[in-house]
């Protein structure tokens, strides 16, 4: 490619110099002939002579150049004009003799169609020619005639002028012809650039507008809305199923079923519309002119059926489901970034209460959101300034009415909201991953704590630790409890982790593993809320699990609900054939404690006998029901 460019170039160059060099010739070979039909006039036949046998030889360069000989052409042309003039100088009035302005001529013909090496060659020559002329002068070995100026050389002086006149022609055609391929090529560059442009606004799978060109897109639509008084609808799309399909059916699969979505989504979409692709499986819906967000809400909803109708991709058929947030604008904010950050919120909202539909923007989701945010820096200030407390709630043994075991709950003293519920900050601390902090703490502490009960005498006393998912995810809660045990010096038998169904959703090869050395440290592994969650029961013997709590809200209807009933007796049925021990959780009556007897239940947890007390109430509670029946 390159060298078939370079040779086309050398081409190029060999044809217009050819070209040149003829014009130059044919120029030069007419001069001869006037100049020698003019000596012929004046009766200089000499002269007239050795112009003619120039204009002849000029002929053969012709010929030279026809036989593409270009290089002996240029030379040779050079040298007759060469020699020409340093005859006439010499015949003439040497150095003074107007004949030498056309050396320049030999010298600009030489740096145009020659080489450098060519155009040296005719320098020096002339150069000697000069030098020579004054020499032979200033020796006496020949003197040039000093004549009058005459209209002669008038002629002479316009001949050569119109000679150079022509060569400068030449050249300035020359330059004006690479004046405008400069132009060609600029305009070639900038056409490049603009392309570059636009492929730098698109997203490259889809050759939707990207996240960079949605900004321009927006503020355009909402330009064109000041005029005719209506507003910007945005949708913010997010694909329900996708990661589903890519880890499903692989990513190429997914990047199909993205393309085919977006043809779907523009095909949907009025003249004023744009859609562009904002992220992984989000899309960012632009409508140019919607009167409501009802409207907006209505239009997206259209778009999500249209979405979800089914998709053929490499034999499977797909069918996705996408949630949306809404926002109008100006109405609701003009500015871009917020206009983003809103529609995120409505979507992420509606993503938690109802994944597969559209909800818009309301103000409370912003304060929720801001207030979300102050939480989770109030979490990090609680973490630095030891703000937070273990309550401990026993366990009832229901036939022997003993202290069976307790759970540790923590309590977050706020400086200023005062106590702030586990149920409130939990959640939050669980998505913002401080849940690994507060959580190693809560171990550490409640094994020190068993550690201190257990010295004072309480030696059969167990303490129950809530661990969340994302502490199995994202932390070695194995280790955070072998070092904790080693720390404090409590047996690992006389503690017990409580488990929410939802860590058996993603069952892994890693859980696994940390579930079976927990349980190989003598720890008891306890199902916490049982009933409310994951329906595989398969989790229950694979991990060696030795205790299910059932759900509060299944014990606090127990007496009336007939369903609620059923459940719990279903449970402690298959609870028993499977010997695992079950606790009732949310116990508020003495009716429910009978029925939970008459049903077998081994242990109880509720306000009926305590609510979670702090260390120096429980130590209290302790020393007094240990031993003895606790009877409210
Ligand atoms: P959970 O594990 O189900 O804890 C039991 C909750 O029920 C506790 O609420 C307890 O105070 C409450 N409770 C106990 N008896 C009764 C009763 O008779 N009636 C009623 N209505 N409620 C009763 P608490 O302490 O507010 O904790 C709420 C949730 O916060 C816990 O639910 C647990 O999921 C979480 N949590 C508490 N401490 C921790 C912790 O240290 N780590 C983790 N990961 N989660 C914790
Ligand atoms: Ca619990
Ligand atoms: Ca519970």
């Given at each position: 490619m390159k060298n078939r460019s370079l040779s086309s170039t050398t081409s190029y160059d060999a044809t217009y110099k050819s070209l040149r060099l003829t014009q130059l010739i044919w120029a030069s070979i007419i001069t001869s002939f006037l100049s020698a039909i003019h000596r012929l006039l004046i009766g200089n036949y000499n002269q007239a002579a050795i112009l003619c046998g120039s204009a002849i030889i000029l002929v053969c360069s012709l010929w030279l150049i026809k036989k593409h000989h270009l290089q002996y052409a240029t030379s040779l042309f050079l040298l007759v004009l060469t020699s020409t003039i340093g005859y006439f100088m010499f015949q003439k009035q040497g150095l003074r003799d107007e004949v030498i302005m056309a050396f320049p001529i030999v010298l600009l013909s030489a740096a145009l169609l020659g080489n450098n090496r060519l155009f040296i060659a005719f320098f020096m020559i002339i150069l000697f020619l000069l030098l020579a002329n004054s020499i032979v002068n200033e020796i006496g070995l020949y003197t040039n005639e000093i004549a009058p100026i005459t209209l002669n050389d008038g002629v002479v002086s316009i001949t050569i002028f119109s000679l150079m006149a022509f060569c400068i022609w030449l050249t300035a055609t020359d330059l004006q012809r690479l004046v405008v391929q400069l132009f060609r090529e600029n305009q070639r560059v900038q056409k490049s650039k603009a392309e570059i442009e636009k492929l730098a606004n698109l997203d490259f799978l889809t050759k939707l507008p990207n996240r960079m060109h949605a900004e321009a897109c927006f503020y355009k639509a909402?330009?064109?809305?000041?005029?005719?008084?209506?507003?910007?609808?945005?949708?913010?799309?997010?694909?329900?199923?996708?990661?589903?399909?890519?880890?499903?059916?692989?990513?190429?699969?997914?990047?199909?079923?993205?393309?085919?979505?977006?043809?779907?989504?523009?095909?949907?979409?009025?003249?004023?519309?744009?859609?562009?692709?904002?992220?992984?499986?989000?899309?960012?819906?632009?409508?140019?002119?919607?009167?409501?967000?009802?409207?907006?809400?209505?239009?997206?909803?259209?778009?999500?059926?249209?979405?979800?109708?089914?998709?053929?991709?490499?034999?499977?058929?797909?069918?996705?489901?996408?949630?949306?947030?809404?926002?109008?604008?100006?109405?609701?904010?003009?500015?871009?970034?917020?206009?983003?950050?809103?529609?995120?919120?409505?979507?992420?909202?509606?993503?938690?209460?109802?994944?597969?539909?559209?909800?818009?923007?309301?103000?409370?989701?912003?304060?929720?959101?801001?207030?979300?945010?102050?939480?989770?820096?109030?979490?990090?200030?609680?973490?630095?300034?030891?703000?937070?407390?273990?309550?401990?709630?026993?366990?009832?043994?229901?036939?022997?009415?003993?202290?069976?075991?307790?759970?540790?709950?923590?309590?977050?003293?706020?400086?200023?909201?005062?106590?702030?519920?586990?149920d409130d900050f939990i959640p939050v601390a669980e998505t913002s991953g401080q849940i690994i902090q507060i959580g190693n703490w809560v171990i550490e502490e409640a094994c020190k704590q068993c550690k201190l009960w257990i010295d004072m005498g309480y030696d059969k006393l167990v303490i129950a630790i809530n661990l969340s998912p994302v502490q199995f995810q994202r932390s070695n809660v194995e280790r955070q409890l072998s070092t904790a045990i080693s720390c404090s010096g409590v047996p690992p038998t006389a503690l017990e982790v409580e488990l929410t169904e939802s860590l058996f959703i993603n069952d892994s090869e890693k859980l696994r593993k940390t579930l079976n050395s927990i349980r190989e440290m003598g720890i008891?592994?306890?199902?916490?809320?049982?009933?409310?969650?994951?329906?595989?029961?398969?989790?229950?013997?694979?991990?060696?699990?030795?205790?299910?709590?059932?759900?509060?809200?299944?014990?606090?209807?127990?007496?009336?609900?007939?369903?609620?009933?059923?459940?719990?007796?279903?449970?402690?049925?298959?609870?028993?054939?499977l010997d695992l021990k079950v606790v009732a959780e949310g116990v508020e009556v003495e009716s429910i404690v009978g029925i939970l007897s008459t049903l077998e239940c081994q242990d109880g947890q509720g306000y009926f006998w305590s609510k979670p007390l702090p260390v120096k109430k429980f130590t209290t509670y302790l020393g007094k029901y240990y031993n003895a029946p606790c009877n409210p």
């Open positions: 909402l330009s064109k809305t000041m005029s005719n008084d209506t507003n910007v609808g945005v949708i913010f799309l997010d694909l329900d199923n996708f990661k589903a399909v890519n880890d499903g059916l692989g990513h190429q699969a997914g990047d199909m079923l993205l393309c085919a979505l977006s043809r779907r989504i523009e095909k949907a979409l009025g003249p004023k519309d744009v859609v562009c692709r904002f992220g992984g499986d989000e899309f960012l819906i632009i409508l140019g002119e919607v009167n409501s967000l009802e409207q907006t809400l209505e239009l997206a909803a259209d778009l999500q059926l249209n979405i979800s109708r089914p998709v053929f991709i490499n034999d499977n058929h797909i069918e996705t489901t996408s949630t949306a947030g809404v926002v109008l604008s100006p109405l609701q904010t003009d500015d871009f970034q917020q206009v983003i950050r809103y529609a995120d919120i409505a979507m992420y909202e509606c993503k938690k209460s109802s994944k597969g539909s559209v909800t818009a923007f309301t103000e409370s989701m912003n304060d929720a959101v801001l207030a979300r945010a102050e939480l989770i820096k109030d979490i990090e200030k609680a973490i630095e300034r030891h703000e937070f407390e273990l309550y401990y709630q026993p366990k009832i043994d229901i036939r022997s009415k003993k202290i069976s075991s307790a759970e540790a709950l923590i309590r977050w003293n706020h400086p200023t909201k005062g106590m702030i519920s586990p008891n592994l306890s199902i916490d809320d049982f009933g409310t969650g994951y329906s595989n029961l398969e989790y229950l013997k694979r991990f060696d699990v030795g205790t299910i709590k059932i759900d509060k809200s299944f014990i606090s209807k127990l007496a009336e609900d007939e369903q609620d009933y059923a459940i719990v007796c279903a449970i402690i049925e298959m609870a028993s054939k």
